[in-house]
């Protein structure tokens, strides 16, 4: 069985960081790509960041410059240092990542989501 568990998110004044953390745990192989993605109210979940696995990453053009992914393979892990927070980054934080557990039946997990809110 392979979980993602987000951690991290919370209430912070605009201007403020947060780091946000996501470990992949049980019978994995492998992972490739590991991502974050948001959900504001009333709106759809959009892509925030991804990386790869050799560390290559993309970001959105409302986060370029503030926020920063990275991951350490060795713990399964992603993280998202997020800084210079604005109102706008207020959204439930998910973890995607694409994993090939032992099963070798490779797809996208989810993790359950982590709150952030931004305060003006």
């Known amino acids: 069985q392979v979980q993602l568990v987000e951690s991290g998110g919370g209430l912070v004044q605009a201007g403020g960081s947060l780091e946000l953390s996501c470990v992949a745990s049980?019978?994995?192989?492998?992972?490739?790509?590991m991502g974050w993605y948001r959900q504001a109210p009333g709106k759809q979940r959009e892509l925030v960041t991804t990386?790869?696995?050799?560390?290559?990453?993309n970001y959105a053009d409302s986060v370029k410059g503030r926020f920063t992914i990275s991951r350490d393979n060795a713990k399964n892990t992603v993280y998202l240092q997020m800084n210079r927070l604005k109102p706008e980054d207020t959204a439930v934080y998910y973890c995607?990542?694409?994993?090939?557990?032992?099963?070798?039946?490779?797809?996208?997990?989810w993790g359950q989501g982590t709150p952030v809110t931004v305060s003006s």
């Open positions: 990386i790869t696995r050799g560390g290559l990453t």
């Open positions: 049980g019978s994995i192989f492998n992972i490739n790509d």
């Open positions: 995607s990542a694409d994993i090939l557990p032992r099963t070798l039946v490779r797809r996208n997990y």
